[in-house]
């Protein structure tokens, strides 16, 4: 069956630490990948997102996130977490055929001062 | 507008009275999606439209959920006789994505804030 699994349901680093949040998916051909980024009582924004190309991608905020084929996972770094990087983190994956989305259940990012 | 906007971002209703989100998404997206997100959870697809054709209705949880969109632009999600477990964050998405291998689709999701629907 078709997922994205996000292992992680809660990650707490401290500020100045590194950061990375494991996304893997299950599809048969590679996808389009995608990180939002998702604050207490907002909409998802989009942090960063995997067409095709260079596997290593740069996203807003200083996030980038590595595509690794083999492994089919996405995910997500950030050399040195700030406190307001603290929200919630979705990937998500387009199959490209077909109409939907699939979306991680989540990983919800604390830091610490 | 320059972003996806819903209304209301908030609405409180008893139960069994019916409800309607609107969605006004980004001028010139012809794909427009709805999600629920209950609390704490991840996203759970509700519905898909595509320009003029047929909406992906496959994730509608019941026949008390309906959604139209009008002219291709403005978006209705109707609930009606709303129960306590519709109690969510409804969210709006659109995008320029179109089926398929179709180039150049940059496919990224634009969202709103969101509509909070509690039922009591």
């Known amino acids: 069956a078709q997922s994205v699994t996000q292992p992680d349901i809660h990650i707490t680093v401290s500020e100045g630490a590194s950061l990375e949040l494991r996304c893997n998916y299950s599809y048969g051909a590679t996808p389009y990948l995608f990180w939002y980024v998702q604050s207490p009582g907002q909409g998802l924004q989009l942090l960063l997102k995997y067409f095709s190309g260079d596997t290593l991608v740069q996203g807003i905020k200083g996030f980038e996130a590595e595509f690794k084929r083999s492994q089919s996972s996405f995910n997500l770094r950030k050399p040195s977490v700030h406190w307001s990087d603290a929200a919630e983190y979705f990937c998500?994956?387009?199959?490209?055929?077909?109409?939907?989305?699939?979306f991680g259940t989540g990983t919800s990012l604390t830091v610490i001062p | 507008g320059a972003g996806v906007s819903q209304s209301p971002s908030n609405k409180v209703t008893e139960k069994g009275k019916d409800v309607e989100l609107r969605c006004d998404p980004i001028?010139?997206?012809?794909?427009l999606y709805w999600y629920r997100q209950s609390l704490g959870q991840g996203l759970e697809f509700l519905i898909y439209f595509q320009g003029n054709s047929a909406p992906d209705k496959s994730g509608l949880p019941s026949d008390r959920f309906s959604a139209e969109r009008t002219g291709g632009s403005v978006s209705t999600l109707t609930i009606q006789r709303t129960q306590q477990e519709d109690s969510a964050v409804y969210l709006c998405?659109?995008?320029?994505?179109?089926?398929?291998?179709?180039?150049?689709?940059?496919?990224?999701?634009?969202f709103g804030e969101g509509s909070r629907l509690t039922v009591l």
């Open positions: 001028s010139g997206h012809t794909a």
């Open positions: 998405a659109s995008s320029h994505r179109t089926s398929g291998y179709v180039l150049p689709n940059t496919g990224e999701l634009f």
């Open positions: 998500a994956v387009d199959p490209i055929t077909g109409n939907q989305f699939y």
